[in-house]
């Protein structure tokens, strides 16, 4: 029996809602992919709430882990890491040796950086120093990166506000050889109205999805976003087919979140579970 495709994914994780891999995990999972969550902090809930208790992983602490990880042959035989929210400098430069150490490794290995770092609301809500090993360590090493069209222009230090902007800030990013940008959640000079769109920038230009705009944002979309791309991926679809289910369960999870008033995306819905599993 062939065993599953393995992802190890480094991402934040809370013990209520979800956000980082308690968002992202789920998804995965149910896709039938075998997930290794290492996490990069370790908190109650959001900031969004009164209160938030946890920190930020020692240095220490998480590179024990990545050689916990190491030890068990994980990168050797993953099919994608996938890294996500990142508290400190030192655990970024961290990831970034051990991404890159198991791309050497392992040539098959894809490796997916979501740069969660900010968003227009809010602006940046990372120190500069994080933003920096992210756009100088982790995007070079990236096969596909999920910027928002808020983090996008922060990398590259230009406004992303129509589709030659994009591509000429794709051209900046500096991916790795043949990688390929996946911009989310952008409004676009283009984007037609009550829409928001992913857009894929690669080798062989931009790729459109648009997608329905609904009057909500809630913490870990992005990573939702992204472990259901993972997942898409993981079972064989196309880049642009695992976006549009991406965006479309998503949606659905956004939807259910706000006929309920909820203040977290919601991965319960018999509905949302059983378009995620194809029933």
Do not use: W
């Not at 984007?191 to 009057?215: C, D, F, K, N, Y």
């Amino acid at each position: 029996m062939t065993r599953p495709p393995l992802v190890i994914s480094i991402q934040s994780q809370v013990v209520h809602g979800h956000v980082g891999n308690s968002a992202a995990l789920f998804p995965m999972q149910a896709a039938g992919l075998e997930v290794a969550a290492i996490p990069t902090v370790i908190f109650s809930n959001t900031p969004d709430y009164p209160t938030l208790r946890g920190r930020a992983l020692p240095a220490d602490f998480f590179a024990d882990l990545l050689l916990g990880a190491r030890e068990r042959g994980l990168p050797g035989r993953a099919r994608y890491i996938l890294s996500g929210y990142i508290g400190s400098e030192e655990v970024a430069r961290l990831t970034a040796e051990f991404v890159a150490r198991a791309k050497a490794e392992n040539p098959g290995l894809t490796y997916i950086c979501d740069p969660v770092m900010g968003d227009s609301g809010p602006g940046l809500y990372v120190p500069e120093a994080i933003a920096g090993v992210m756009r100088e360590r982790l995007l070079p090493l990236a096969d596909i990166a999920t910027p928002n069209q808020f983090e996008l222009a922060h990398l590259t230090g230009a406004p992303v506000d129509d589709l030659a902007a994009l591509a000429a800030a794709a051209a900046r990013l500096r991916l790795a050889p043949g990688g390929r940008l996946v911009a989310t959640g952008c409004v676009l000079a283009e984007t037609g109205p009550g829409l928001l769109e992913s857009v894929i920038a690669g080798p062989g230009g931009l790729e459109r999805h648009p997608t329905p705009r609904l009057p909500v944002a809630l913490p870990g979309t992005g990573d939702l976003y992204a472990g259901l791309m993972v997942a898409g991926l993981g079972r064989g679809a196309s880049l642009g087919a695992a976006v549009d289910r991406a965006q479309a369960l998503t949606a659905l999870a956004l939807e259910r979140a706000r006929s309920l008033g909820a203040a977290e995306v919601v991965l319960s819905d018999p509905g949302f579970r059983a378009a995620l599993l194809g029933e």
